[in-house]
């Protein structure tokens, strides 16, 4: 075992989504809704959509194999493997499935559900074992197939969500050169009403005195409004609670990078903030709101494009249901 007291280094990033999308014409086509509606309320003009047959599994190596390959590693090195999801395939978890997938022979992998805040959450966890030494290469990786649970006849959430994975790996680094500089995660499950994929009870008989339940799920109700006022107040306190950590002010922030709900829930963010509009992260018009991939896709795709460099300082802020909302602060790059 390493000495206690590893930094971390984020050096690979990689993404993947479906190839069918669907514009929000083709969704009014379906459901009671406008391109004008969805597009003034959330800012999403499209989002892509995985086939029945594709599986989260592929979605999430495709995005983990493009992080192993530009972190220039091989999935051998992997110690840990967390797979940030609210929609495995297998409601045992779909980890250990990607870990063989990959052939990431010698790391141990595991799940880990906090919605929308699942990539954070998952960053934050990651961290915690290169910190104490235990592992220095981890893979995490942020998926979701929401469109599988959703009720494609209620416009009041069919039209918000897409399917996608992002991937991120994280390494030990020299301890002053750690880049996760601050976080902070919370929950409140007074407010879990607000937004749930919950368990459908049916019954079963086993005996005249003993029945069990009979599993499924309900598709995903969710009060916009509430969830809406909720990560407008939650999100920047949070923020700036954990640049207070960080020791940085807004300024030193390159890149806000926000989980892809609603345009207007991001410019809100940014202006309570102070932070410009052209240092605000967004793609959601094109993928709709992918719940745990929201963020690593964002940040693959603005590495890729040559946006965030080496060095960038980038406040990431995940929230959704639960309820819960976390943010990490760190620096892209060794
Ligand atoms: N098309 C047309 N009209 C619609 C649609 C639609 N798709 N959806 C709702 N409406 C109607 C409503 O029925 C309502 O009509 P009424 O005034 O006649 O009653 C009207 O539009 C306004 O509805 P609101 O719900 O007040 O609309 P709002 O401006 O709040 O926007 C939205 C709704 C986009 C859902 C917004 O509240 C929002 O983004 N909330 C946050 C969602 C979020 O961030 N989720 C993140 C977590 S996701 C996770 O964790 C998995």
Same mark, same amino acid.
């Not at 390493?2 to 971390?8: E, F, R, S």
């Given at each position: 075992m390493?000495? $206690? &007291?590893? &930094?971390?280094a984020i050096t690979g990033s990689g993404s993947a989504t479906p190839a069918v999308s $669907?514009? +929000?014409h083709a969704l009014s086509k379906? *459901?009671?809704t406008s391109d004008e509606w969805i597009r003034t309320r959330t800012g999403i003009e499209s989002r892509h959509l995985a086939k029945a047959e594709e599986s989260l599994t592929d979605l999430a190596v495709a995005s983990a194999s493009a992080a192993i390959a530009q972190a220039g590693i091989t999935p051998e090195d992997l110690d840990l493997i967390i797979l940030a999801t609210s929609t495995a395939d297998d409601l045992f978890g779909s980890a250990s499935k990607i870990q063989a997938n990959l052939g990431a022979t010698r790391a141990v992998a595991f799940d880990l559900t906090a919605a929308c805040s699942g990539f954070i959450f998952g960053l934050v966890t990651g961290a915690q074992f290169i910190r104490t030494g235990a592992y220095q290469n981890v893979l995490l990786i942020g998926a979701d197939i929401l469109s599988r649970w959703l009720d494609w006849s209620d416009r009041t959430t069919c039209v918000l969500f897409g399917d996608g994975a992002g991937a *991120? !790996?994280?390494q030990a680094s020299a301890t002053e050169d750690d880049s996760l500089l601050g976080f902070e995660l919370r929950s409140d499950g007074k407010q879990n009403d607000c937004l749930k994929l919950s368990y459908r009870s049916g019954s079963q008989e086993l005996t005249s005195n003993v029945s069990v339940g009979s599993g499924s799920y309900r598709p995903i109700t969710m009060n916009g409004?509430? !969830? /809406?006022r909720f990560a407008v107040q939650k999100v920047p306190e949070a923020i700036e609670k954990a640049l207070f950590r960080a020791n $940085? +002010?807004?300024e030193e922030v390159d890149w806000l990078l926000l989980h892809q709900a609603n345009q207007r829930i991001l410019d809100s963010v940014a202006d309570r903030l102070k932070i410009p509009q052209d240092k605000v992260l967004s793609n959601l018009a094109s /993928? &709709? +709101?992918t719940s745990a991939a929201s963020i690593p896709i964002a940040l693959d795709e603005a590495v890729r494009a040559g946006k965030i460099k080496p060095g960038h300082v980038i406040a990431a802020s995940g929230f959704g249901a639960g309820l819960t909302w976390g943010v990490a602060i760190f620096k892209w790059g060794r």
């Open positions: 390493k000495q $206690l &007291g590893a &930094g971390i $669907l514009d +929000n379906i *459901v009671d *991120v !790996v994280m409004r509430e !969830v /809406y $940085l +002010n807004t /993928y &709709g +709101n």
